[in-house]
């Protein structure tokens, strides 16, 4: 059983930056693939980015690409996203999740196995 927890969200204004951490309760955390989702409200989860094993294999939707970055510390168990020149668009709830396996660029929600609660990131005009 994997356990995530996400935090780090929060309001920000146009133009800024958050880094959203996920902290993953596993004793085999190098044998998943990770990636971040948002959802807005009455709008289908979206996925952001998601990163291999090794941490050299990173993907990204077009429309976060150069601004935001996935990454991993093995040694500690966690998964990060760094979010920068933020926009209003970015405003949603972010889940960190987690798949069963060594991938890359695995991006439906259907590939992952295992998710956390979410933590909400406002972005103010």
């Known amino acids: 059983q994997v356990e995530l927890a996400e935090s780090g969200g929060g309001l920000v204004q146009d133009g800024g930056s958050l880094t959203l951490s996920c902290a993953v309760s596993?004793?085999?955390?190098?044998?998943?693939?990770y990636g971040w989702f948002r959802e807005v409200p009455g709008r289908d989860l979206e996925f952001v980015a998601s990163?291999?094993?090794?941490?050299?294999?990173?993907y990204y939707i077009d429309s976060v690409r150069g601004r935001f970055t996935i990454s991993r510390n093995n040694a500690k168990n966690m998964v990060y996203l760094q979010m920068n020149l933020l926009t209003p668009e970015d405003t949603a709830v972010y889940f960190c999740?987690?798949?069963?396996?060594?991938?890359?660029?695995?991006?439906?929600?259907?590939?992952?196995?295992?998710w956390g609660q979410g933590t909400q990131v406002t972005v103010s005009s």
């Open positions: 596993t004793r085999t955390f190098t044998t998943y693939t």
């Open positions: 999740a987690a798949a069963i396996g060594w991938y890359s660029g695995i991006r439906t929600r259907w590939e992952y196995d295992y």
């Open positions: 990163i291999n094993w090794r941490g050299d294999g990173t």
